[in-house]
């Protein structure tokens, strides 16, 4: 159980130490992350940038997810999931578009620049608050496995055993703190799992400034 974000952030910047990873870039997927990311991009006195995603949510039902979009417009879907629930191709397409559209106007809130920053031959860190589904992370990592970085890790607090095992096949090196066997929602090994705004993940952002 992690007291906040920020506490669970700390022990994943311990043990990535522990581990004696050189990392140059940390990203953190927005808005949860950020307060993991921060105390992980500190410890390792790596950059701290973000790279985004969103959910292409099913029709009636946008919590359950279908895939994910990452701002340069990187797609990983749940075909089975697609196959059982009958989904369209023209639907699919229509709220990849619309996220993909959402997932870059995330990404120029939160810099000056459009697209990931220059990881050409970087070893890079992605951090998330935790997996659930995994759709997102993957999505996320699939644009940082394009942008030429030398190494891609993924890095959470505590994540689902079957989707940490499936994302172990988009990236370097996945490391979890925890993966119960009874794992529900990333929330409920949290003490303090509130929402985090915009505004708030941009202060984080901006420590490092």
Do not use: H
């Amino acid at each position: 159980m992690f007291d906040d974000r920020t506490d669970a952030g700390e022990r994943l910047a311990a043990e990535l130490e522990a581990r004696d990873l050189d990392i140059d870039v940390v990203l953190g997927i927005p808005r949860g992350a950020l307060p993991v990311a921060r105390p992980v991009a500190d410890a390792l006195d790596a950059d701290l940038d973000v790279v985004v995603a969103r959910k292409l949510g099913a029709p009636g039902n946008p919590e359950l997810a279908l895939g994910a979009v990452a701002s340069d417009g990187s797609v990983w879907y749940n075909d089975d999931l697609i196959a059982r629930l009958d989904v369209s191709e023209e639907y699919l397409e229509e709220v990849r578009t619309e996220e993909a559209e959402n997932a870059r106007n995330k990404a120029d809130r939160y810099r000056e620049t459009a697209g990931l920053p220059d990881l050409e031959g970087k070893r890079v860190v992605v951090v998330d608050d935790g997996v659930a589904t995994g759709a997102t992370a993957t999505a996320c990592l699939r644009q940082v496995q394009e942008s030429g970085a030398e190494w891609v890790g993924l890095a959470v607090p505590v994540g689902s055993p079957q989707s940490v095992t499936e994302l172990e096949q988009e990236t370097d090196e996945v490391i979890a703190l925890q993966t119960p066997a009874d794992f529900r929602a990333v929330g409920q090994y949290y003490r303090n799992f509130g929402q985090v705004t915009d505004e708030e993940a941009i202060e984080y952002l901006d420590q490092g400034s």
